[in-house]
């Protein structure tokens, strides 16, 4: 065998094996699981727009505030064997494609004891698909914007997805103390140090706790407001990879620096969200950040978001996630004098309530200044001050201080220790070891958005 003809044989069979290594692969998912058959064919907006005009036929009024991919009915009194009771009706619709949506129709009551209970109501459900494929309802729909769905493909390996998507979750995990705190209207600070996978993960249980106990939540994501379209085109889809692809498509997950608000974490906090929409728990989700201003001004701002949505929604239960520096109370800080952060515009509200992290020793995915004061992010030490340690065995759980600290914490929320969350876009895999000793250190400055 000549010397080309053994070079060209080496060369196929590098090329044949590399093919078959490529193909062996498992390919990406792309299929609607089975729970989405039978979509109707209008796309989400229409799709709300319809049950609302079938449930307003039905003698039940429609709140003023909706959120984009939910509707809900205000509650109504109704008389039955048990006494007096209060129903009320929430629609979710879930994109299944182009012009296509499902729906999901569950009957609420809450009874004279302050019971509370959610039921699929698949006769509302059948009715309505009924209706919009018989066209009845397509002059009122067609008045709605439509949304324009993701792409059907996935564009990374199988191993980066998230993959709640596949089948319906659950709320599965309460946090010690929590129950006492969820009053209507009640306005829920928590302070955390950015870019741990526990914080975002104990949150989301605050968020299941609250709307499994019947009450409207609205979640507050340190996210810049122009990812909001975004965010709610993806709350009202199956969550697949493409679906996931389209969301971290947003140019925030893209920044130069990645300070923890878009971790991957954070990333799973949506799609838990996602989750619960699904399962008929009233869960909005508000991007409330700005990249307009900056300092005390940018606070001012935040805090006014919340303020109007308290206003416009007073029984709705608030939890937002910031930052531990704009969740104090106090105007000042070490490194700014003249700093007045976020709640510090809110105190006046008397439902607030604000809670620091809580966790016992770790690490995190933070940025801090290097000596030539440039932005270093990366896996760091996550050290608790003795105020806010406790045991790293410990469940997580809410405990209030005697008095407000200095900085205005009234309590703390105990998440366990800290791992490291790596950015959305990176591999979940990413996070590396600190390369630094774990003791107590002096902060160092804030990078601009902290």
Request: with cysteine.
């Amino acid at each position: 065998m000549s010397f080309f003809m053994s070079r060209l044989l080496v060369g196929l069979w590098v090329v044949g094996a590399l093919a078959g290594c490529a193909g062996a692969r498992k390919p990406v998912e792309t299929q609607l699981p089975a729970r989405f058959v039978n979509p109707v064919p209008v796309p989400v907006p229409e799709l709300l727009s319809a049950a609302g005009q079938l449930l307003t036929e039905k003698g039940y009024a429609l709140e003023e505030a909706q959120d984009p991919g939910q509707l809900a009915t205000t509650w109504k009194e109704t008389t039955g064997a048990d006494g007096t009771a209060q129903e009320s009706w929430l629609v979710t619709g879930i994109a299944a494609g182009p012009g296509r949506s499902v729906v999901r129709a569950f009957h609420l009551t809450t009874d004279a004891m302050g019971g509370f209970s959610r039921k699929r109501d698949l006769a509302l459900e059948d009715e309505l698909a009924a209706r919009l494929k018989a066209g009845t309802l397509g002059a009122v729909a067609s008045k709605a914007k439509t949304w324009t769905p993701a792409p059907v493909g996935a564009v990374r390996d199988e191993e980066f997805y998230l993959t709640r998507w596949r089948e319906e979750s659950s709320c599965t995990r309460k946090v010690r103390g929590m129950a006492e705190l969820l009053k209507p209207g009640r306005v829920m600070l928590i302070g955390e140090q950015l870019g741990s996978r526990e914080a975002p993960t104990v949150v989301g249980d605050v968020v299941c706790e609250a709307a499994e106990a019947g009450h409207a939540v609205a979640l507050g994501l340190s996210i810049p407001q122009k990812e909001q379209a975004r965010i709610d085109r993806y709350l009202a889809s199956p969550g697949m990879p493409a679906d996931q692809d389209a969301l971290l498509e947003g140019p925030f997950w893209r920044r130069p620096y990645q300070d923890g608000r878009s971790s991957r974490a954070v990333f799973d906090l949506i799609d838990r969200v996602r989750a619960m929409r699904e399962l008929g728990l009233r869960v909005s989700l508000v991007a409330y950040d700005t990249e307009e201003v900056q300092a005390s001004q940018r606070d001012a701002v935040l805090a006014d978001v919340w303020l109007k949505r308290h206003a416009a929604r007073p029984s709705e239960v608030l939890v937002v996630l910031a930052g531990n520096t704009h969740v104090r109370t106090v105007t000042g800080t070490p490194w700014d004098r003249d700093f007045t952060p976020m709640a510090h515009h809110l105190r006046s509200l008397p439902s607030l309530r604000v809670l620091e992290l809580g966790y016992a020793m770790g690490t995190r995915w933070g940025c801090e200044l290097d000596i030539r004061s440039r932005l270093d992010c990366r896996v760091v030490n996550a050290v608790p001050d003795r105020r806010v340690e406790d045991h790293p065995a410990l469940s997580p759980y809410v405990r209030f201080y005697p008095s407000p600290t200095e900085e205005g914490y009234q309590g703390l929320l105990f998440v366990g220790p800290l791992t490291a969350s790596p950015p959305a876009l990176d591999s979940p895999a990413k996070t590396k070891a600190p390369t630094r000793p774990l003791q107590p250190s002096t902060p160092p400055p804030r990078p601009p958005n902290y």
